[in-house]
């Protein structure tokens, strides 16, 4: 793996595992975001990218839209000590 690759976790990607939540499309995707949805979009982001998020209540009590999510979630994955995994070798 290129260590020089980018992780890359957006909008995008945001909306697609929302989407499984539910088994919606993804224009079905709501922007603002309930407890339920944030907990799965947690747990996939972990499961994708094969690391554990270190969310205190704070950050997670600001994450209250997709947008918020992204920029939150984006976060956590930068400061990974080692880039996680392409989620493309996961698929």
């Given at each position: 793996?290129?260590?020089?690759?980018?992780?890359?976790?957006?909008?995008?990607?945001?909306?697609?595992?929302?989407?499984?939540?539910?088994?919606?499309?993804?224009?079905?995707?709501?922007?603002?975001?309930?407890?339920?949805?944030?907990?799965?979009?947690?747990?996939?982001?972990?499961?994708?990218?094969?690391?554990?998020?270190?969310?205190?209540d704070h950050s997670l009590d600001a994450i209250r839209t997709v947008?918020?999510?992204?920029a939150a979630l984006g976060t956590q994955?930068?400061?990974?000590?080692?880039?996680?995994?392409?989620?493309?070798?996961?698929?």
């Open positions: 793996m290129d260590t020089q690759s980018e992780v890359r976790f957006g909008r995008s990607e945001a909306i697609a595992m929302l989407a499984r939540y539910g088994d919606r499309a993804p224009e079905q995707v709501d922007e603002h975001l309930g407890s339920l949805e944030l907990t799965w979009l947690i747990a996939e982001v972990e499961q994708t990218y094969g690391i554990q998020l270190d969310l205190d947008e918020d999510a992204v994955l930068k400061s990974q000590p080692e880039s996680p995994l392409d989620p493309q070798l996961h698929a």
